[in-house]
């Protein structure tokens, strides 16, 4: 796997977490007190939504059910996000000692990785990790010498769609439909894979875990900021010099990131990837944290040279392919939002239309039945707001 | 058609080894459209009717399942499918020019397959190299910092390989 090794950053404090301390530490304690000390960490979901990890844990562990699941999210389809992917080349038994727990605590046999089509290449790799802990007695029956305590881990794959990175997509996915997001109520951890309680977490917040355990819930606090705790993964790719997987503490502004990065003469950075917004360098003093730009870790960076409706055009020809087309307000709000930046490209966007299409945007964020219809219109929206100037400019009339 | 049926009955074969092993449950579906795609290049009307008997579903289940997914669509593609990722960091680091030299050397465009069945080019998204753009897929393999350079060196290289096999 050299490609991936290529990839670069900085040192990462999951290097340093001993191999099963947190598995240890946790069938030290009581069942009860997992959910209770994952709460305590305040560690939220790493996967975009920032869901409060404990609770969606202790959701689950409150239902009462003989067969409940925990999904590793691995479909990593977020463009810009690659962190996923370094964490299970270099760090897959953290991950699975993360599921482990999360099993243990919620009362789930099973867990699953649900891996996304194009890194098929590394599924060798995860049944090789899963294959060893079964053999260490990591995974089976009895894991670790506790009595009754059973739990093993599969990988499934998806088959190229990024709405199935959804919750509720990817388990409509591992249940062999199409994956079209549900309605919620009823939320996963009542009612997900095949009607049982089922937890979905992210790779990251997985791996997280483990380190939580592994090292307690008052080192996690001394990273990140009072509303946001802990350090995070951040995938930085575009215009910079040294683009890579980088670990900061939450409430990194903008500005020290570039300068970390090799990006400081950026116009601008796409932030949460193409469901994200996107900041102009006059807000670069601006943090990455849940309390001001909350993210999944995708920074694209633009050059000083770039067209900004160049990047808008480019996710929304991703919105446009990836909509599930389930619901109007998405399905055809993507393509109208294309195609008025494709007239703003040519100074021929007529205001009324404009106008149409920003109120379109707006509906479909409040209107739309999942997360993709929510936050497609973000970057447009952000574009057409942080970057007047330079798209006002282009108009004929100008 | 003889061969027709030699394939359905290999096929039925396959789906049913591959149900023994995954379980009988509407859950294999994706992985089986995936390994029928992978060994045959397409998922054909044939093969759909024998995977849904073989599941007790209806065969328009399989094709709505199958057209939904950008790797499963049921239609012809070449041994080799390469999937060039046209999401904005690639589009950064230059993918335009990569998608150029591909279709000059394939001689097709994007959406299509070449006539000696070798090759399909489409357009990904992004496949989570973003940092070592621009990358492509070829099949399950991944390929980075790509250029119009390497982009012919690859196409060449799946010409060896499947020149190796025939011969
Ligand atoms: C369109 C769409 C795509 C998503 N893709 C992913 C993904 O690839 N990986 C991921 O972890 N979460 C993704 N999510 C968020 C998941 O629905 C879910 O919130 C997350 O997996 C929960 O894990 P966490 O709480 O650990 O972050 C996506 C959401 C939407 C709406
Ligand atoms: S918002 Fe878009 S992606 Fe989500 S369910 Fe509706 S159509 Fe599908
Ligand atoms: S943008 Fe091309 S791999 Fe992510």
Not at chain 1, 62 to 77: F, L, R, S, T
Not at chain 1, 255 to 263: H, M, Q
Not at chain 1, 332 to 347: D, H, I, P, S, T
Not at chain 2, 110 to 115: A, C, H, K
Request: proline share 4%; charged share 25%.
């Amino acid at each position: 796997m050299a490609t991936t090794i290529e990839t670069k950053g900085n040192a990462l404090t999951y290097e340093t977490i001993e191999a099963e301390a947190g598995l240890k530490a946790a069938l030290a304690m009581s069942r009860a007190d997992l959910v209770d000390f994952v709460r305590d960490s305040d560690l939220k979901g790493r996967g975009g939504a920032g869901f409060p990890t404990g609770m969606k844990w202790g959701f689950c562990a409150a239902e009462k059910a003989d067969q409940k699941y925990i999904i590793c999210n691995a479909d990593e389809g977020e463009p810009g996000t690659f962190k996923d992917r370094v964490i299970l080349t270099r760090f897959a038994d953290l991950v699975f000692e993360g599921m482990t727990i999360g099993g243990r605590a919620i009362g789930a046999s099973l867990g699953i990785i649900y891996l996304r089509a194009e890194y098929t290449y590394l599924r060798p790799h995860l049944n090789e990790v899963i294959q060893a802990r079964r053999g260490a007695g990591l995974l089976g029956h009895n894991i670790l010498g506790v009595e009754g305590f059973d739990f093993d881990i599969l990988v499934a794959m998806g088959a190229g769609a990024y709405v199935c990175g959804e919750e509720t997509a990817l388990i409509e996915s591992l249940e062999g439909f199409r994956g079209e997001p549900r309605n919620r109520p009823p939320f996963p951890v009542v009612a997900g894979l095949l009607n049982n309680p089922t937890v979905v977490n992210n790779v990251e917040t997985l791996a997280s875990v483990a380190a939580i355990f592994a090292k307690g819930t008052d080192w996690f606090k001394t990273f990140g900021t009072d509303k946001s705790t802990g350090y995070k993964l951040f995938s930085i790719s575009g215009d910079c010099e040294k683009p890579g997987v980088y670990e900061f503490p939450w409430g990194i502004t903008l500005a020290s990131l570039l300068e970390e990065v090799g990006g400081t003469g950026a116009k601008a950075v796409q932030i949460g990837g193409a469901s994200g917004v996107c900041v102009p360098a006059r807000d670069f003093t601006r943090a990455l944290a849940f309390e001001d730009i909350p993210t999944g870790g995708s920074v694209m960076v633009i050059g000083a040279d770039r067209d900004i409706l160049d990047v808008a055009e480019n996710f929304l020809d991703f919105f446009v392919e990836e909509s599930c087309g389930q619901c109007t307000p998405c399905r055809l709000g993507n393509v109208q939002m294309l195609e008025a930046v494709k007239l703003l490209k040519k100074g021929e966007c007529p205001p009324e239309f404009l106008a149409a299409v920003k109120d379109l945007g707006g509906t479909m964020q409040v209107a739309s039945k999942c997360g993709l219809g929510q936050t497609s219109p973000s970057a447009f929206l952000s574009i057409l707001e942080g970057f007047d100037d330079e798209i006002a400019n282009r108009a004929p009339s100008a | 058609m003889a061969t027709t049926t030699l394939k359905q009955e290999q096929l039925r074969t396959d789906v049913e080894a591959l149900v023994e092993k995954l379980g009988p449950g509407r859950s294999s579906l994706i992985p089986i459209l995936t390994d029928v795609k992978r060994r045959f290049h397409e998922v054909d009307s044939e093969s759909m009717q024998t995977i849904a008997d073989v599941l007790d579903i209806h065969p328009v289940e399989v094709y709505s399942v199958a057209s939904f997914y950008a790797f499963l669509h049921g239609a012809p593609e070449g041994q080799f499918v390469i999937r060039l990722c046209g999401t904005l960091s690639c589009d950064f680091a230059g993918k335009d020019a990569v998608a150029d030299a591909l279709k000059n050397e394939l001689g097709v465009g994007f959406d299509e397959s070449t006539d000696d069945g070798l090759f399909t080019l489409e357009w990904a998204s992004c496949v989570g190299m973003c940092d070592q753009g621009p990358a492509l897929l070829v099949n399950d393999q991944v390929h980075t910092r790509v250029t119009p350079e390497t982009a012919r060196e690859i196409v060449a290289a799946c010409r060896a390989a499947a020149a190796a096999e025939e011969g």
